[in-house]
């Protein structure tokens, strides 16, 4: 009896093998298809192509694992019927209990790895995915660079003068007009900065004027932060349960 179970798994093994990789390998494909169709609005690297495919891997096993288990266990049970080797087993008097027992072993296994993956992993990574998306997303918005037109920076009118090898700006001018208020900043240097998924600018040496029908205002500042310009949109994944 262990000879014959273990003559099953095998078979089983053998054809899951078969059938898990190309349809593993056609699964990954169209999904890299589907996430380079992110580089039309954002820029990503290799690096982050590959941790972004890392994130549909939990998507990816969840449907290729029970298909290619099925496909196998069918094919299985078709070669011994094509090859009459289950008609020698029920001569012997095997019953067809053991072939199911045999089965149930890792068809259970399986079933664990998947509940443990659809609960567990998948949130977490569909999560991860979104938020990395989301900043990326944020991130390509404040993609500046030096034109005559200027840009759109949260309430703000840029217009950036020159864009320096260092990634920095230099002759950069702000404005915000409000209601009863106009703002005006113009500064020598600006730079981006990536704090904690918030970006922000950061003005160096500059002026601030200010002027409403009642009064003008001028400031000089040696820096100055345009906090909170833009969010992104972050997900918090707390449980599986709660997900």
């Known amino acids: 009896m262990p000879e014959l179970q273990k003559y099953l798994r095998d078979s089983l093994s053998v054809l899951f093998l078969s059938v898990f990789t190309p349809l593993f390998a056609i699964a990954s494909v169209v999904f890299l298809i589907k996430l380079a169709t992110y580089t039309a609005v954002i820029q990503l690297t290799v690096w982050e192509m590959a941790k972004l495919y890392f994130f549909i891997l939990p998507e990816i096993l969840f449907y290729t694992f029970p298909i290619s288990f099925f496909i196998a266990a069918t094919l299985t049970l078709f070669k011994l019927s094509n090859d009459n080797e289950i008609v020698v087993l029920f001569a012997l008097g095997i019953h067809p209990k053991l072939i199911l027992r045999t089965f149930f072993t890792p068809a ?96 160096t040496k500059g002026e601030g004027y200010s002027y409403s029908d009642e009064k003008f205002t001028q400031i000089d500042f040696e820096t100055m932060y345009i906090n909170d310009t833009m969010k992104t949109s972050l997900i918090r994944y707390e449980t599986p349960i709660k997900y």
Do not use: C, M
């Not at 840009?151 to 950069?172: A, N, Q, R």
């Open 108 to 203: 259970l296994f399986l079933s664990i790895i998947l509940i443990f993956d659809f609960f567990v992993l998948f949130p977490h990574a569909k999560v991860l995915s979104k938020n990395f998306i989301s900043y990326k997303t944020s991130e390509a918005k404040f993609n500046l660079s030096a034109s005559e037109f200027g840009h759109k920076f949260g309430e703000w009118l840029l217009y950036i003068g020159k864009s320096d090898p260092d990634e920095t700006y230099s002759d950069v001018i702000l404005f915000n007009k409000k209601q009863k208020e106009e703002i005006l900043i113009d500064a020598k240097k600006a730079e981006i900065i990536n704090d904690s998924g918030i970006l922000r600018l950061k003005l």
